[in-house]
């Protein structure tokens, strides 16, 4: 639903638990232009702690995977031939453009950010100063100044994704109405023959008497007396597992991956309470119980899905509105001096030290 940081949660535990790096040899000039955007200069200091601190995180999951050298590994470039560290990389100015572009239109959502937050912004960056080792600060280029910006724009654009996505989901509620998501339940079994895959591995297709004696069983099942009265009970005696499922005049067609065209079918063609016959599917067959023809909680459920799914476009559509008109410029060569060389470790909180960075 909405575009968040990666590292977001990483940065506030480092605030509770005293996170602690190891790193070596970061060589950037902090004070140089690495990107504008408006008459807004961005200062590659700041892009380049913004992009280690964002490796903090992918080498704490990934280092033990995949080798200290995935970052440039050719075994793990995409199809275009990026490495994992052109990805990454490009990924962290999205991010750092997207900050910029919802700071710019923080009034639109009356978002703010308040003296208090700014207190606890600079709080949060003293201790993440204070708690990690030099030799891990020079490596990210941390600076008090920068902390506190990566700490303002995580909190801002947390605002400002619940705010645009709030003012997505009112004006999706306003679109959809319940009398278009009605819902027909029902209860079923499905009895498998497709081919199967034996104990030695070998492919196994059941013979016309073994399908016959499936169908001839089911038959039996759907004709029971019992299965209108105690469909689940009478399917638990025949060794058989009970779903239920809705739908509605929405429902995909089984090409496109909604359920067996046949029983929906026969579904509609039942009243409330009624069993249906052994229903042919493919390489099985059905039996079904129609539990409801207008199942208020499905409708629901399915308006509540429907609102979601819209306003999850809506946010989207403002959030590329805002990309499409960005003039956001990126100087190459300073960013191409941001590299991933060395690697964090991070503390468990269990011992005082860790490890060295591996250059």
Same mark, same amino acid.
């Given at each position: 639903?909405?575009?968040?940081?990666?590292?977001?949660?990483?940065?506030?535990?480092?605030?509770?638990?005293?996170?602690?790096?190891?790193?070596?040899?970061?060589?950037?000039?902090?004070?140089?232009?690495?990107?504008?955007?408006?008459?807004?200069?961005?200062?590659?200091?700041?892009?380049?702690?913004?992009?280690?601190?964002?490796?903090?995180?992918?080498?704490?999951?990934?280092?033990?995977?995949?080798?200290?050298?995935?970052?440039?590994?050719?075994?793990?470039?995409?199809?275009?031939?990026?490495?994992?560290?052109?990805?990454?990389?490009?990924?962290?100015?999205?991010?750092?453009?997207?900050?910029?572009?919802?700071?710019?239109?923080?009034?639109?959502?009356?978002?703010?950010?308040?003296?208090?937050?700014?207190?606890?912004?600079?709080?949060?960056?003293?201790?993440?100063?204070?708690?990690?080792?030099?030799?891990?600060?020079?490596?990210?280029?941390?600076?008090?100044?920068?902390?506190?910006?990566?700490?303002?724009?995580?909190?801002?654009?947390?605002?400002?994704?619940?705010?645009?996505?709030?003012?997505?989901?009112?004006?999706?509620?306003?679109?959809?109405?319940?009398? @278009?998501?009605?819902?027909? !339940?029902?209860? &079923?079994? $499905?009895?498998? #023959? %497709?081919?199967?895959? /034996?104990? +030695?591995? =070998?492919?196994?297709?059941?013979?016309?008497?073994?399908?016959?004696?499936?169908?001839?069983?089911?038959?039996?099942?759907?004709?029971?007396?019992?299965?209108?009265?105690?469909? @689940?009970?009478?399917?638990? !005696?025949?060794? &058989?597992? $009970?779903?239920? #499922? %809705?739908?509605?005049? /929405?429902? +995909?067609? =089984?090409?496109?991956?909604?359920?067996?065209?046949?029983?929906?079918?026969?579904?509609?063609?039942?009243?409330?309470?009624?069993?249906?016959?052994?229903?042919?599917?493919?390489?099985?067959?059905?039996?079904?119980?129609?539990?409801?023809?207008?199942?208020?909680?499905?409708?629901?459920?399915?308006?509540?899905?429907?609102?979601?799914?819209?306003?999850?476009?809506?946010?989207?559509?403002?959030?590329?509105?805002?990309?499409?008109?960005?003039?956001?410029?990126?100087?190459?060569?300073?960013?191409?001096?941001?590299?991933?060389?060395?690697?964090?470790?991070?503390?468990?909180?269990?011992?005082?030290?860790?490890?060295?960075?591996?250059?």
């Amino acid at each position: 639903m909405k575009y968040r940081k990666l590292t977001a949660a990483l940065l506030a535990g480092a605030m509770a638990s005293s996170l602690a790096l190891s790193g070596c040899g970061n060589r950037i000039d902090q004070s140089a232009v690495g990107a504008t955007i408006g008459d807004q200069e961005i200062s590659i200091g700041y892009m380049n702690f913004a992009a280690h601190y964002t490796q903090v995180t992918y080498d704490s999951l990934f280092v033990t995977y995949y080798g200290e050298d995935y970052w440039t590994n050719e075994s793990y470039m995409d199809d275009d031939g990026q490495t994992m560290e052109d990805t990454v990389k490009s990924y962290i100015l999205e991010e750092i453009e997207l900050d910029y572009l919802l700071e710019a239109h923080m009034e639109d959502y009356g978002v703010e950010i308040t003296d208090e937050d700014m207190e606890a912004i600079q709080a949060a960056a003293e201790e993440f100063m204070s708690e990690n080792s030099a030799k891990a600060i020079k490596e990210m280029g941390a600076t008090q100044e920068y902390v506190e910006t990566y700490l303002y724009y995580e909190t801002l654009a947390t605002r400002m994704d619940d705010a645009i996505y709030d003012d997505a989901e009112v004006q999706a509620t306003e679109q959809l109405s319940i009398e @278009d998501y009605s819902r027909r !339940t029902f209860s &079923y079994v $499905v009895i498998d #023959y %497709s081919d199967y895959t /034996d104990d +030695d591995g =070998e492919t196994v297709s059941y013979t016309d008497e073994e399908v016959a004696a499936f169908q001839e069983s089911a038959a039996a099942f759907a004709a029971s007396a019992q299965a209108g009265e105690d469909f @689940d009970t009478l399917a638990d !005696t025949y060794g &058989y597992t $009970v779903s239920t #499922y %809705s739908y509605g005049e /929405d429902e +995909d067609s =089984e090409e496109d991956g909604g359920f067996s065209d046949a029983v929906i079918a026969a579904a509609d063609s039942m009243t409330e309470g009624q069993i249906s016959g052994v229903v042919e599917g493919t390489d099985c067959c059905y039996v079904i119980r129609l539990d409801s023809e207008d199942d208020a909680d499905a409708a629901q459920s399915a308006l509540e899905s429907a609102i979601s799914e819209l306003a999850s476009d809506l946010y989207s559509e403002v959030i590329e509105g805002y990309q499409e008109d960005s003039d956001f410029e990126v100087d190459e060569t300073q960013w191409a001096k941001v590299r991933f060389s060395s690697l964090f470790t991070i503390d468990d909180g269990e011992d005082d030290d860790v490890s060295a960075s591996v250059e």
